[in-house]
């Protein structure tokens, strides 16, 4: 994965158990939402994707500052850094887009963007008989449910969130895919193939019209995971304590009829990712937790689950970031202190943006570092965030 010059990678993806990933999620979301109020609260710029790249960005123009705006001389960060402390040892890869070491960054705020759920009913399900449908307005919004007359057709709408399934294909494909957890299994899809009912970026381009039509922009970068049916078939797996009820589970037979993009789509601010909103659950910067992911088969959108994007209001007050040697005194600082003599491993450290929710959801978007640790004895993948504006550890 690349963006614009400088590589970008992510990492740390094993850390939870993929079946039923969509659902859960979901039901997280709702239920952070529900304790809120009851609180009172890569990638390549302007190309479009070839067989051979896995990864692209969509054009994202950069706000350049005014030209009385305050002058702040960027913080230029290491592509490498290399250190040793007691019990941490740091053979670092330095992950920041070209557009940080050349423009710095600037203060910004973001709210939410607002689904059309009209359109969305009319856009995705309009044309499908409607067996069972409810709708309720709740102190979230308005919360919206339909089922069509086929199994396995619904869609569900509510705040900025929708949820759409078309067929059964998308719950083999997760016994044969998995984005997440000990099972990861990802990166054999990473191979930028392309499928005779349509060109990836073709695909992509009216998966980005149709969300454009429901008002929202996914604007950013993407990974396309080209999901082939002999490879869906040949790592096809059911847990189950019943091993004979789990045969039940398996698809009778696999075909090129089966053959799909998977989209995960995370959106970009001046040249970094954008973390999911609720990063005290889904922490990680990965494509498990972006806030767009689509299936797409000959069929056309037959799976997608959109959580919440962003508008961003840019302002011209540049951001004062800290050097990565502040950083890494802190993640030494953190690991040097355990009580074992274990040894850990700094291999990445990547810069993003975390949003941090402030008042009538509005956010602060705090640039952060996700560093990524090995574990050196059990060989475990480990994660710290550190803001990017103190050097203090995120948690």
Known sequence: MS???????????????????????VLIYLICILAALECGGCRKADEELT???LTTETSQPYHFPAADAEEMEPVVFPSSYTKETDHVVFNTEIIVNEEVSDHGLYKTTATYQTLDKEKAYDLLFGEIEIKDSWERDT???????????????????????????????????LHSFHLE???????????????EFKRIDEAYRELSDVLSE???????????????YKTMEENEYVAAVDEEKAREEYK??????????????HQTLQGCTVQYPLAEVFKQVCDANAPVQV??????????QIYDLFTFQQSDEPLALKSFDAVADTIAYKYNMLLTDEKYEVKSAELFFRPVEGDQESFEMIPAWEV????????????????????????
Request: negative net charge; aromatic residues 14%; contains cysteine.
């Open 181 to 195: 957890g000990d099972n990861y299994n990802a990166d054999l899809y990473l191979t930028g193939e392309t499928f």
């Open 295 to 304: 299936f797409y088969t000959h069929n056309g959108i037959v799976e997608m």
């Open 372 to 395: 990524t640790v090995r574990e050196v004895s059990t060989e475990r993948t480990l994660h710290m965030y550190v803001n990017a504006l103190t050097a203090e550890e995120m948690l």
């Open 51 to 53: 067989d051979e790249a």
């Open 3 to 25: 963006m614009a010059i400088i590589k970008y990678n992510y990492y740390g993806n094993k850390t939870l158990c993929k079946g039923e990933r969509i659902m859960k999620k």
């Open 214 to 228: 429901l008002g929202l922009d996914i604007t950013g970068q993407y990974n396309c995971y080209s999901l082939d």
């Open 252 to 265: 009778d037979s696999w075909t090129k009829d089966d053959n799909g993009y998977f989209f995960a789509v």
């Open 139 to 173: 102190e979230m919004g308005k919360e919206m449910y339909y089922v069509g007359n086929q199994m396995h057709e619904s869609l569900y709408m509510i705040k900025n969130h929708l949820g759409m399934t078309k067929g059964t294909i998308f719950s083999y494909v």
